[in-house]
């Protein structure tokens, strides 16, 4: 069985001055070395969970634990904050300084690391999100999908355990889009790195290990992405959309074309149609 990185046990959050939970009693197990997608509506409380994780919050009720941590002092936040790195949607947010390279070295040196160890983590970040030959370079001369590229690797430099993407593709074009996702990916599958990719987008969230949605602060629905989408008219009660492929199938379905519930691909729904007698 997998390690469990991340433990929620009935985490709730209520925001000062509000009445209902922005969190709501959510319960979820995150394994180490899992890509675990996040759909929700707006205001169905993915960022609150997403600073939750990060210790930007701490629950107003139930237990919540990250890399074996309970944020109960200061100290441990700050222990939680270096193991669980956040990107978030707008890149221009992230960049604090002038110079790619001094962007990314800007935790570590808060947190007063040696100069010989930053300028050895920060060439390597760079290099992992293949930003070396702009190490120079500044920001402000990047497009959006270069900038989250730096943004992460100011986060890989601290050698996180997980990253939570907070919508980290929403203000991009779909090359930056598609770029900052497999870089996810890879960090995932190369590095061990647990992702919670919190999305708007199906098309990412289909290829997620795990898919949980949330709505109204508690998780409606978890499972694989496919079990998940399949569960079409569910998931589109919650406000969400699903792979064109699987509309398809539940549109030729209750039209009485015997199709399976899981088609996702365009490929698929070919293999499946060219099957049909
Ligand atoms: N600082 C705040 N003060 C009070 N209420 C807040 C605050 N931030 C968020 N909320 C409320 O908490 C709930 C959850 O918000 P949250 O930002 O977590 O949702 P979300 O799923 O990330 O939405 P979106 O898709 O728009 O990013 C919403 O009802 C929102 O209005
Ligand atoms: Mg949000």
Known sequence: MKKTIIEARDVCY???????????????????GEFLAILGRNGSGKSTFAKLLNALLLPTEGSLTVNGIAPATEDDCYEIRKS????????DNQIVTTIVE????????NLGTPPDVIRSRVDEALH???????AQASPAMLSGGQKQ??????????????????????????????DVFALARRLNVEEGITIVWITHFMEEAALADRLIIMDNGRVAIEGEPRAVFGQTERVMALGLDVPEMMKLAAMLRERGVSLPGNIMTVNEM????????
């Open 14 to 32: 209520k925001y000062d001055g509000t009445t209902a939970l922005a969190v709501d009693h959510v319960t979820l197990t995150i394994a180490e």
């Open 84 to 91: 669980c790195g956040m990107v978030f949607q707008n890149p």
């Open 102 to 109: 001094e962007d990314c070295a800007f935790g570590l040196e």
């Open 128 to 134: 992992s999100v293949g930003m070396t030959e702009y």
């Open 149 to 178: 590229r730096v943004a992460v690797a100011g986060v890989l430099a601290m050698r996180p355990k997980i990253i939570v993407f907070d919508e980290s593709t929403a203000m991009l074009d779909p090359i930056g889009r598609r």
């Open 270 to 277: 070919a293999v499946e149609l060219c099957r049909l007698k």
